[in-house]
């Protein structure tokens, strides 16, 4: 069973490394939406089994007190998160907060249900290591999402990515994000506001501080009014100018605001060959997310957290798609970082995978540490003291 749910996370990965059977040449060809709502529901089936999520920890998950991190005030079992995105209806939490993922965000939610766009709108761009994505924020709504979360068990950290209703006309996109806001409010962890661009999906992109500032004070005046805190994060583009930039990262400095997660999507064609370009344009519209993104995501959680000062908590997401992504994620200022295409192409085992190498990485660090200690201390009693050389 489970190695069929990674058949189905995987294909693209499993299509390169070995000859396929019958079946996989079958599977290989199931659309990616299907192929990854498949995926999802056999995480689940695995979950309502006895010891099933049990299974996936044994299986998956890297546990060790080295890989926590203390954020927004809260405990992360460690920094390696699901972005919004693959679990939009928060169905599978539990499931992949087992198989060892530190957080989840689910969403976008919008406060109705939406179909998103037309079919097919997600196309696999595996030479690339991405995803073409004009999905459109395709959401069971809030209603639904509130009866998944409701009983959901405490001690896994849930951040809701929020979004307004496509139809939802732009000047009032504030009534959108504040139904969804006050209804998730007592359920989940953390907020992050999904104004990321993503053409035909229509999300609501305010391009200043004050723009940013109109749409966000009502939740800002909901929360005063509450006796527990929860972390409100702006999710940007890849695609803002600097200067759009820097009004962001002044919302984030002079609003209350907890957070940036960046970034989402990109509508650029950079980074692709010529051929993939012509794959992609072929598709039409839409974001590319996965490797692509890599460079363009660290660079831009660099810029946020230099010109912060350092002082808030960014979560980098974009082309986490390998240790070593997530190593230079972190080391360019990201306090927790987030993976959706990553776990397309590699499964749910990629954040165990990074985890590992974190936890290796730090034990390597701490006796380098201690060597240096112990040759410094051994150097010094080497020297004469000052005894001695009296
Ligand atoms: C199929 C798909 C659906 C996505 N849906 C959402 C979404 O509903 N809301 C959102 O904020 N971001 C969404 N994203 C963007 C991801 O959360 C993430 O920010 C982006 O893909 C970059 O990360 P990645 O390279 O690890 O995929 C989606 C991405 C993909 C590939």
């Given at each position: 069973?489970?190695?069929s749910?990674d058949l189905?996370v995987s294909?693209?990965?499993i299509?390169?490394?070995?000859?396929?059977?019958?079946?996989?040449?079958?599977?290989?060809?199931?659309?990616?939406?299907?192929?990854?709502?498949?995926?999802l529901?056999?995480?689940?089936?695995?979950?309502?089994?006895?010891?099933?999520k049990?299974?996936?920890?044994?299986?998956?998950?890297?546990?060790?007190?080295?890989?926590?991190?203390?954020v927004?005030?809260m405990?992360?079992p460690?920094?390696v998160?699901?972005a919004?995105g693959?679990d939009?209806?928060?169905?599978?939490?539990?499931?992949?907060a087992?198989?060892?993922?530190?957080?989840?965000?689910?969403?976008?939610?919008?406060?109705?249900?939406?179909?998103?766009?037309?079919?097919?709108?997600l196309?696999?761009?595996?030479?690339?290591?991405a995803?073409?994505?004009?999905t459109?924020?395709?959401?069971?709504?809030?209603?639904?999402?509130?009866?998944?979360?409701?009983?959901?068990?405490?001690?896994i950290?849930?951040?809701?990515?929020i979004?307004?209703?496509?139809?939802t006309?732009d000047?009032?996109?504030?009534?959108d994000y504040?139904?969804v806001?006050?209804?998730?409010?007592?359920?989940?962890?953390?907020?992050?506001?999904?104004?990321?661009?993503?053409?035909?999906?229509?999300v609501?992109?305010?391009?200043?501080k004050?723009?940013?500032?109109?749409?966000?004070a009502?939740l800002?005046e909901?929360?005063?009014?509450?006796?527990?805190?929860?972390?409100i994060?702006?999710?940007?583009?890849p695609?803002?100018?600097?200067?759009?930039?820097?009004?962001?990262?002044d919302a984030?400095?002079?609003?209350?605001l907890?957070?940036?997660v960046?970034?989402?999507?990109?509508?650029?064609?950079?980074g692709?060959?010529?051929?993939?370009?012509?794959?992609?344009?072929?598709?039409?519209?839409?974001a590319?997310?996965?490797?692509?993104?890599?460079?363009?995501a660290?660079?831009?959680?660099a810029?946020?957290?230099?010109?912060?000062?350092?002082?808030?908590?960014?979560?980098g997401?974009?082309?986490m798609?390998?240790p070593?992504?997530?190593?230079?994620?972190?080391?360019?200022?990201?306090s927790?970082?987030?993976l959706n295409?990553g776990?397309?192409?590699?499964?749910i085992?990629?954040a165990?995978?990074?985890?590992?190498?974190?936890?290796a990485?730090?034990?390597?660090?701490?006796s380098?540490?201690?060597?240096?200690?112990?040759?410094?201390?051994?150097?010094e009693?080497?020297?004469p003291?000052q005894?001695?050389?009296?």
């Amino acid at each position: 069973m489970l190695f069929s749910l990674d058949l189905f996370v995987s294909l693209p990965e499993i299509n390169r490394q070995m000859k396929l059977s019958p079946i996989r040449k079958i599977l290989s060809v199931v659309n990616p939406e299907t192929a990854h709502n498949i995926a999802l529901r056999r995480l689940r089936a695995i979950g309502a089994v006895p010891a099933g999520k049990w299974f996936l920890g044994k299986r998956y998950a890297e546990r060790s007190p080295m890989l926590e991190r203390e954020v927004f005030g809260m405990k992360f079992p460690n920094p390696v998160g699901v972005a919004a995105g693959y679990d939009c209806n928060g169905e599978a939490i539990e499931e992949l907060a087992a198989a060892g993922f530190g957080f989840v965000e689910i969403g976008t939610v919008t406060p109705r249900p939406q179909a998103g766009n037309p079919r097919p709108r997600l196309f696999r761009m595996p030479s690339a290591g991405a995803m073409l994505d004009r999905t459109g924020y395709p959401s069971k709504g809030l209603e639904y999402v509130m009866g998944r979360v409701r009983n959901r068990r405490r001690g896994i950290i849930v951040g809701c990515n929020i979004g307004k209703n496509t139809i939802t006309p732009d000047h009032a996109a504030t009534g959108d994000y504040l139904k969804v806001f006050r209804n998730m409010y007592q359920y989940v962890d953390y907020f992050s506001i999904n104004v990321c661009c993503n053409t035909s999906s229509k999300v609501y992109v305010p391009t200043s501080k004050d723009a940013i500032s109109e749409l966000l004070a009502p939740l800002f005046e909901f929360r005063r009014g509450q006796s527990d805190y929860r972390p409100i994060l702006i999710k940007i583009s890849p695609d803002l100018s600097t200067e759009q930039l820097d009004q962001v990262v002044d919302a984030l400095v002079e609003l209350p605001l907890d957070g940036i997660v960046a970034v989402a999507g990109t509508l650029s064609r950079d980074g692709l060959t010529s051929a993939e370009r012509a794959y992609a344009d072929s598709k039409g519209a839409g974001a590319i997310s996965g490797a692509p993104l890599t460079r363009r995501a660290i660079e831009t959680v660099a810029y946020i957290h230099r010109r912060s000062g350092g002082f808030y908590p960014i979560i980098g997401s974009g082309g986490m798609m390998s240790p070593e992504d997530v190593r230079d994620m972190l080391a360019a200022g990201a306090s927790l970082v987030q993976l959706n295409t990553g776990i397309i192409y590699h499964g749910i085992g990629l954040a165990g995978k990074i985890c590992r190498w974190l936890t290796a990485a730090a034990k390597a660090e701490q006796s380098a540490a201690a060597g240096n200690k112990a040759s410094g201390t051994a150097a010094e009693s080497e020297q004469p003291s000052q005894k001695e050389r009296s």
